[in-house]
């Protein structure tokens, strides 16, 4: 049996002659949240509901496409993807329908990824619950097993849904992850992961509901995780791993007071009910419910107003026909009536609250919090998850991802303490999110508020760039180290961080400068690469990405792609006229060989060397698509700031790595047991864009080096290859300075990187 592509060994990933290895990765592709037929991004309302009927067959991009988008990918010096997929990709249908054309379609996929030396793992995506309650993930199906009316969810504000806004145009940007505390996540979280405890008169199909939902989610994954197992050549070579459930949520769980918002919920925008409140509203009742709206400083009260269903209710109706669902409801568990009101939390007679700490414990008595939830109903669902994909893909890297930002499982030294663990933490610079401006001034340590670290609020403020930067870089070595504390000695990849690129009024689409964007850009890298980890996963790529549309859901914009720029050039010389640099992205339907697939300047592993001087694809964006002034001054989206030099295999350990962007020096220490050897050397991804082969400047401690763009990746990246002794050595790469496209402030300042050193931290 071959040996494994990627193995982990004390807390570092490596390759089958033991070199270290980084995983620099990108999330492929946004355009999986949302079906391709019909194709239905969040603004589209027509149809919406006809959730039985939809397929993802084109979804992450049609197999004809997909050496554009690795080859892209792969210039970009990404060697690591999280593939990204839904449930309602795999049992759209009904429970226990699987669609075989998708699941035939993502080995396809997955095949072809194979040429271009990618490590992917498979991410089971899901945002707020699913496309019907304002994110992606579930069936549409699910609900109406909960008993839920996803068409009455818009009139009770049960959740906030793009689709079935009245003026898609004008939703709120970010509202809609504030339905993680509206009635329906509320309930699909608590019912999926505490079902048992909390819901024991919902059983369908002759199990709790928690079982139901787990056993159709896990199983589904499972015999994906089964088919790519069948299909022979992928497990171990091109799929390396599976991660848990995207961002899970503990719904109500340990809730201490439901009709109070708890003090830990730091997120409110738009209306903010109390679980009560929503529990009211979604039942038909009319309810006045406070408004809070983000700022500067953060969330503030804007107001109260009334929300008025006027009788309607997210619950399905009393009478509902069931028939077009296989599954059979217990008697015991009515339709037409709250859940809670059934177990005994309210009264809907006379709309009085029984039971204001009904989730404060769970049924043995026990008082429940965020740490308690992960520790117990998270883990469990988690094993079950785990075991089901290692019965199939027996060597699999599991990455666990526990609730965002939250204190990770306690499991160091018990028998989840698992060799082939993964920590998996997200991580967002939350006020430039919010707020779509880049604040070069001051920003907020929120990890550390979280965590209890400051007397007040206002000494969490950080004020400065580079003192930005640093807080951003410690929050995520905070985060590392607590999966370490925790977890045990695993590696950390962070597999979600971005920044929005319509910040400030889609200013830069007008103007084309993206120095907002590469400042936040390159000060998250800057953290990233700061902290030690093992490795991370971008957000996002988007293949249908436009100025006017973002990425086509929720109005988020966080696509390094998209197909009104200019793409970065591979060279920082300007293409001459004759190369044919700028080319469609419209191409002519041929045979799907990587030689006949390309246009003229699209690179992957079937093409000639030489088209390595011309840059990357190109797009002609038609006048409809956006208002002129969105397009006539295209950019390069920032894409000097994560385009950036990175070591993929390291013979030894890394001890510290990073990226100056400003001043465009690469600096690289590592500790070697042993001496490199000829064949299997160190090697560093030097984008050519920031070090032309002829125009860097190269300092080693020791050893020796070459720069080659050679046949190994199909001469589609340039390297630097080191051979040196064993011991601890250093490695220091100057490159093209370009200040005028960065804006990061004075020429006269110094350096990131010198500041840096200066305050004795490790880059």
């Known amino acids: 049996m071959a040996p494994l592509r990627l193995t982990i060994e004390k807390g570092h990933f490596q390759d089958d002659h033991g070199r270290q290895v980084t995983l620099r990765g990108i999330n492929m592709a946004g355009d999986s949240k949302f079906p391709s037929n019909p194709d239905q991004p969040s603004h589209v309302p027509m149809d919406f509901f006809d959730g039985d009927s939809v397929n993802f067959h084109s979804r992450p991009f049609p197999l004809e496409d997909a050496h554009l988008h690795f080859s892209r990918l792969k210039r970009w010096g990404y060697n690591t993807i999280r593939y990204v997929f839904t449930w309602e990709a795999i049992e759209a249908a009904g429970p226990g329908i699987y669609d075989e054309e998708w699941i035939q379609h993502t080995i396809e996929v997955l095949r072809l990824g194979r040429s271009y030396g990618f490590y992917i793992f498979m991410d089971p995506h899901q945002d707020v619950w699913s496309r019907f309650s304002?994110?992606?993930?579930?069936?549409?199906?699910?609900?109406?097993?909960?008993?839920?009316?996803?068409?009455?969810?818009?009139?009770?504000?049960?959740?906030?849904?793009?689709n079935t806004y009245p003026e898609p145009e004008n939703f709120p940007k970010m509202i809609w992850s504030t339905n993680y505390t509206r009635m329906v996540c509320q309930v699909m979280f608590t019912l999926f992961f505490a079902g048992r405890d909390f819901a024991p008169k919902c059983i369908i199909d002759g199990k709790n509901i928690q079982d139901f939902l787990q056993d159709h989610?896990?199983?589904?994954?499972?015999?994906?995780?089964?088919?790519?197992?069948?299909?022979?050549?992928l497990e171990d070579q091109i799929v390396i791993g599976w991660e848990s459930m995207n961002e899970p949520n503990r719904g109500l769980v340990g809730w201490q007071d439901i009709t109070v918002i708890p003090s830990e919920q730091k997120l409110q925008k738009g209306t903010s009910p109390t679980a009560w409140q929503a529990m009211l509203t979604g039942s038909g009742r009319a309810c006045e419910i406070d408004t809070w709206d983000f700022g500067g400083m953060g969330p503030f009260k804007s107001g109260r107003v009334l929300v008025d269903p006027q009788g309607e209710s997210a619950w399905l109706p009393a009478d509902y026909d069931e028939s077009r669902y296989s599954y059979k409801r217990d008697p015991g568990w009515k339709l037409g009536e709250c859940i809670w009101a059934q177990h005994g939390v309210w009264d809907p007679s006379t709309d009085t609250l029984l039971k204001k700490d009904y989730f404060k414990k769970n049924p043995k008595g026990e008082v429940l919090d965020y740490e308690v939830f992960t520790n117990t109903y998270f883990m469990d669902y988690y094993r079950k998850h785990r075991d089901a994909i290692r019965s199939h893909h027996k060597d699999c890297i599991l990455f666990c991802q526990p609730p965002v930002l939250e204190i990770p499982p306690s499991i160091k030294g018990t028998e989840d303490d698992d060799p082939k663990m993964v920590y998996a933490p997200h991580y967002y610079d939350g006020l430039t999110l919010m707020t779509k401006k880049w604040n070069r001034y001051w920003n907020v340590d929120v990890f550390g508020v979280l965590r209890g670290r400051y007397m007040s609020p206002a000494f969490a403020v950080k004020i400065g760039e580079t003192a930005i930067r640093n807080s951003f870089r410690d929050q995520l070595s905070a985060i590392r180290q607590e999966g370490l504390d925790y977890m045990g000695n695993h590696p950390c990849v962070l597999t979600e961080f971005g920044i929005p690129y319509d910040m400030d009024d889609k200013y830069a689409y007008k103007t084309g400068d993206y120095s907002s964007q590469s400042g936040a850009m390159d000060a998250n890298h800057y953290a990233v690469e700061s902290c030690s980890m093992a490795g991370y996963t971008l957000w996002l790529y988007m293949c249908q990405n436009k100025h006017h549309l973002g990425d086509q859901w929720n109005g988020e914009d966080l696509s390094i792609f998209s197909l009104d720029d200019q793409p970065l050039p591979l060279s920082p010389l300007p293409p001459s006229p004759s190369n044919g640099s700028t080319t469609s992205l419209v191409h002519k339907a041929g045979p799907m060989s990587k030689k006949a697939f390309s246009d003229e300047s699209a690179v992957n592993p079937g093409n000639l060397k030489d088209k390595l001087k011309t840059p990357s694809i190109s797009s002609d964006a038609k006048a409809c698509d956006a208002p002129p002034e969105l397009t006539n001054a295209p950019g390069y989206r920032a894409a000097e700031a994560y385009v950036r030099p990175s070591p993929i295999w390291t013979v030894g350990k890394i001890v510290k790595s990073g990226f100056d962007l400003r001043n465009c020096i690469f600096t690289f220490t590592l500790k070697a047991h042993k001496p490199s050897t000829e064949e299997k050397p160190t090697e560093i991804f030097l984008p050519e864009f920031h070090f032309p082969k002829d125009q860097c400047e190269i300092v080693v401690s020791s050893g020796k080096w070459t720069i080659t763009t050679d046949d190994e990746d199909g001469g589609m990246i340039q390297k630097l290859r080191w051979w040196h002794v064993e011991g601890e050595h250093s490695i220091k790469v100057t490159g093209v300075q370009r200040r005028q496209n960065m804006a990061l402030g004075r020429e006269e300042e110094e350096g990131y990187l010198d500041q840096c050193q200066q305050s004795k931290c490790s880059v």
């Open 134 to 162: 304002g994110g992606s993930g579930a069936p549409m199906w699910t609900l109406y097993a909960c008993g839920l009316n996803p068409q009455s969810f818009a009139a009770t504000e049960a959740a906030l849904v793009h």
């Open 217 to 233: 989610f896990v199983n589904a994954l499972a015999h994906l995780a089964k088919r790519i197992h069948e299909a022979g050549d």
